[in-house]
T-cell receptor, first 109, second 118 residues
């Protein structure tokens, strides 16, 4: 079966750094997405990785290791507005998006 | 950036009635649109994939006669929840893939529609 694992919930302090991990087992791989979703709102796109390595975009970075079936989203200089759920999703060999259950990130002052 | 508009944002209806939700790509053409349902504190669940000019592909467990999807043009897909019941109350979200970005293109999400069935 296809499976995406990410922690259910994480807590971090404003101004700190947090890393949200995602491991996957899918039938084929055509890229991995990270989305941010605030409560009651639709997800917004954060990043797309298809090659191994680190992609940096401002305060957010995303890393991929295809051999390990592993990715992480790194958030630096955390702000209160970063409190949200972060969804990991993998595009499989049929170009279908397989979604993780999301990680709820709580930022404390 | 690309914008996907979803309407209505909120809808309250009586049990047994039908509700139509529209999903429009405002400044791009979308050959493929996706419909999701999200229950409180749960992840997105793909309901169906809608391709312009052809029948939608439904995920296992989703009743195609209850959730009617029409993708009549490259900018509009509609989801009709027929004979809605309280258990259909949920947050429905559509997303669209830009026609020019191929299969690995970024997905653009609508704002979502919250359905409450009394």
């Amino acid at each position: 079966g296809q499976n995406i694992d990410q922690p259910t919930e994480m807590t971090a302090t404003e101004g700190a750094i947090v890393q949200i991990n995602c491991t996957y087992q899918t039938s084929g791989f055509n890229g991995l997405f990270w989305y941010q979703q605030h409560a009651g709102e639709a997800p917004t796109f954060l990043s797309y990785n298809v090659l191994d390595g680190l992609e940096e975009k401002g305060r957010f970075s995303s890393f991929l290791s295809r051999s390990k079936g592993y990715s992480y989203l790194l958030l630096k200089e955390l702000q209160m507005k970063d409190s949200a759920s972060y969804l990991c999703a993998v595009l499989d060999s049929n170009y279908q998006l397989i979604w993780g259950a999301g990680t709820k990130l709580i930022i404390k002052p | 950036g690309a914008v996907v508009s979803q309407h209505p944002s909120w809808v309250i209806c009586k049990s047994g009635t039908s509700v139509k939700i529209e999903c429009r790509s405002l400044d791009f053409q979308a050959t493929t649109m996706f419909w999701y349902r999200q229950f409180p504190k749960q992840s997105l669940m793909l309901m169906a994939t809608s391709n312009e000019g052809s029948k939608a592909t439904y995920e296992q467990g989703v009743e195609k006669d209850k959730f009617l999807i029409n993708h009549a043009s490259l900018t509009l897909s509609t989801l009709t929840v027929t004979s809605a019941h309280p258990e259909d109350s949920s947050f429905y979200i559509c997303s669209a893939r830009m026609a020019t970005s191929g299969d690995t293109g970024e997905l653009f999400f609508g704002e979502g529609s919250r359905l409450t069935v009394l």
